[in-house]
């Protein structure tokens, strides 16, 4: 087992190009990956990677061991789900992830009851609202809130979710209240900014048809909640979906602008690699999730669901 668990660490290493980046991934800390390495060389009598303290590099023998590793990982993911797959009862860790907000209050809570429901996975969960990749990251499952695009993952859908534009009540009586689309350039808009976001244009529905606008604004952050918080305090407008501003819609504390130009739904659907045969714990979970998610959201607001 021990030489099995330092072959994933070399093939993490060797895959997000450093040894930090591999115990970020695998929850190692950069000692623990150093001295897996070193363990796995001295099984071997071979050095297998050139280190430095930016970056790794294979040598030739470790370039023959990686693709010798793939396989025998490969091959060890496909029995241990076979027997599961026979056995009925999924086991494992199963690595998730999910944007914080949506993570922390919806997520967060099904957890203990898909383990009440298979106690031998052990659920990792990552929050993170930069859409991580799930190889790169070796993830296990994603939920994303998103508009979807062409790719390599299997994606099943939940829903389309209902998004609205929605400030406070003091920012409005400061600020004035947007009457088209076009007027937000003129506004606050708070805005989820990060490495690839593409949320600092919003798109709406105009009267021609979708208008996507470039908005701008003082703040922006790469935490959904703090964006929230922010607009309760009357910062600006925020751009939610429905059912994570519902509470404060219906106390007031944030009211809805432009309900004739709502933006644009995004798809909330749980993702997950393609696979020659699907682990048992992944079929488990995201059943589970595709059943729960659902009437949870509705539970929350009767429209949060398209």
Not at 48 to 76: I, K, P, S
Not at 174 to 202: I, M, N, V
Request: proline share 7%; net charge neutral.
């Amino acid at each position: 087992m021990a030489l099995l668990e330092n072959m994933r660490v070399f093939v993490r290493v060797v895959d997000l190009g450093s040894l930090s980046a591999a115990g970020r991934s695998l929850r190692l800390s950069p000692a623990v990956v150093s001295h897996r390495l070193q363990s796995l060389e001295e099984h071997l009598n071979a050095r297998l990677l050139n280190r430095t303290t930016r970056q790794v590099q294979l040598t030739e023998a470790g370039q023959v061991f990686y693709e010798h590793c793939q396989e025998v990982l490969d091959a060890a993911e496909r029995a241990e789900s076979s027997v599961a797959a026979i056995g009925g009862a999924p086991a494992g860790s199963l690595r998730v992830t999910a944007p914080l907000g949506f993570g922390r209050q919806v997520l967060a809570p099904l957890v203990p009851k898909f383990r009440e429901a298979h106690p031998l996975v052990d659920v990792r969960l990552r929050l993170s609202d930069h859409m991580l990749d799930l190889l790169r990251e070796a993830v296990d499952v994603a939920i994303r809130m998103a508009v979807l695009r062409d790719s390599s993952l299997v994606v099943r859908r939940v829903g389309e979710l209902r998004r609205v534009l929605c400030a406070a009540p003091s920012y409005l009586e400061e600020k004035g209240t947007p009457a088209r689309p076009e007027d937000l350039l003129d506004h606050h808009c708070l805005l989820l900014r990060f490495p690839g976001s593409q949320q600092y244009h919003w798109t709406l529905q105009g009267e021609g048809g979708p208008m996507t606008l470039p908005v701008s604004g003082r703040f922006d952050a790469d935490d959904g909640d703090v964006l929230t918080q922010w607009a309760v305090e009357g910062q600006g407008i925020v751009l939610k979906p429905l059912w994570e501003v519902a509470g404060h819609l219906e106390s007031g504390a944030l009211r809805t602008i432009l309900p004739d130009n709502p933006p644009e739904p995004v798809s909330l659907a749980v993702l997950y690699p393609h696979r020659n045969l699907l682990p048992a714990k992944v079929r488990a979970f995201t059943d589970f999730l595709v059943d729960h998610l659902r009437a949870d959201l509705t539970r929350r607001h009767p429209d949060a669901l398209f």
